[in-house]
C-alpha cells in the first residue's frame, strides 16, 4: 500500500521502513506538520523516536526547519515546496497560523527521543 502524504488516514497503525537515504526523515517532518494541523496536537502531544542521538538532533532541527518554513507560508513567504503549499491549502486560516506559531515557538518542549533515551 502506498503512503500519501497528503491524504493517508492517521487512524490504524502504520510502519514506515525503509533504506538509507530514502527521505524518512523528509516523510516524518510532513506527518509531524499534518498531525499539527489536521488533528490539532501541540508538539508536547506528538513523540518521535529513532535509533540514534545523531538521528535524533537531525530530526529535531528538520521538524522545526520545516514547520518554520510552513509558518513563513501563512504570513506570506512564497514557498517552493509543493507539499507545505499543498497542506497550506488545505488548512488556510488565522487558526493553522497560530498552531504553527506556538509550535515554532515552544518546540523546545518537542519529544523527540532515541529510543534508549525514551526508556529511561
Given at each position: 500500500m502506498s503512503l500519501d502524504l497528503q491524504t493517508s488516514s492517521f487512524t490504524g497503525r502504520?510502519?514506515?521502513e525503509a533504506s538509507a537515504g530514502t527521505g524518512k526523515?523528509?516523510?516524518l517532518t510532513a506527518l509531524y506538520a499534518r498531525l499539527l494541523l489536521e488533528q490539532q496536537l501541540s508538539v508536547s502531544q506528538?513523540?518521535?523516536v529513532?535509533?540514534?542521538t545523531a538521528a535524533t538532533a537531525e530530526l529535531r532541527e528538520?521538524?522545526?526547519a520545516r514547520l518554520a518554513e510552513l509558518l513563513a507560508l501563512y504570513e506570506g513567504t512564497p514557498s517552493t515546496?509543493?507539499?507545505l503549499?499543498?497542506?497550506h491549502s488545505r488548512h488556510p486560516g488565522e487558526e493553522a497560523r497560530r498552531r504553527l506559531?506556538?509550535?515554532v515557538h515552544g518546540f523546545d518542549e518537542a519529544a523527540i527521543f532515541t529510543i534508549h533515551g525514551f526508556c529511561q
Open positions: 502504520s510502519l514506515i526523515t523528509w516523510t506528538m513523540l518521535v529513532t535509533y540514534t528538520r521538524i522545526r515546496d509543493p507539499f503549499s499543498e497542506l506559531l506556538l509550535a
